[in-house]
């Protein structure tokens, strides 16, 4: 079964909550996964203690520092039996309220429950161009998702990548998302309109079934710009 995009959606809190939800409908389609990039410009030693979708807990991938001082980012993901279907709250809590917090959200389909994520690469730049390279598979996705700083800032895929998520309306941060076919080795990229920091990782996605052969697997970058 071939891996499919269902659903994106972004959050941005300003200062104050512990804690920042948003309705996200993650489709009916079987196999679901829900994947959540979570940032926050932090005004202390605030970090980013976990997040829920539909109440179920979402597995943490690495807790990040952007390598810009003040920035920190974490993936967190559901899949399987324990992703709900359809409309539930996507929930993401931080150590106090003295930072900024965001995140952006995309749901996918035709993803194997068991083990949904794998060679998840993060990092951070203040260059107009930043670049992730990992290891996935034929019939994977690899996706990416960043956060970047200002909000306004436009950004450009790299070859080979389709943009699901480029959310320059935000308040405080722009939010991107986009995808690239998976294969043994994947570098998947973006570029910025503008001066910015940004900060993000990308994770190939497993298809049912496994990457390889006949199916088709994808990966997805996530990123943020602050």
């Known amino acids: 079964m071939a891996i499919a995009y269902e659903n994106a959606t972004t959050k941005n809190i300003d200062w104050g909550p512990t804690t920042g939800n948003v309705s996200f409908n993650s489709g009916t389609n079987s196999d679901r996964c829900v994947l959540v990039f979570a940032w926050i410009d932090r005004g202390g030693a605030d970090t980013i203690?976990?997040?829920?979708?539909?109440?179920?807990?979402?597995t943490a991938g690495t807790a990040m520092q952007s390598g810009i001082t003040g920035y920190d980012g974490r993936l967190f993901w559901i899949a399987g039996a324990s992703c709900p279907s359809g409309a539930n709250n996507i929930n993401v809590t931080v150590s106090s309220g003295g930072c900024k917090v965001g995140f952006v959200a995309v749901a996918y389909s035709g993803v194997d429950g068991t083990t949904p994520v794998s060679n998840e690469t993060t990092g951070g730049t203040n260059s107009s161009t930043n670049t992730w390279t990992l290891s996935s598979a034929t019939g994977n996705l690899v996706v990416a998702l960043a956060s970047m700083n200002p909000a306004g800032i436009t950004v450009t895929g790299g070859s080979g990548?389709?943009?699901?998520?480029?959310?320059?309306?935000?308040?405080?941060?722009?939010?991107?998302?986009?995808?690239?076919a998976g294969a043994s080795s994947v570098t998947i990229s973006g570029t910025t309109s503008g001066s910015t920091e940004w900060w993000g990782t990308a994770v190939s996605l497993n298809a049912v079934g496994g990457g390889g052969g006949g199916s088709t697997n994808k990966t997805l970058m996530m990123f943020g710009l602050g």
């Open 161 to 180: 990548t389709t943009m699901r998520v480029n959310a320059t309306g935000l308040t405080t941060f722009t939010a991107n998302a986009f995808e690239k």
């Open 49 to 58: 203690t976990g997040a829920t979708y539909g109440g179920n807990t979402m």
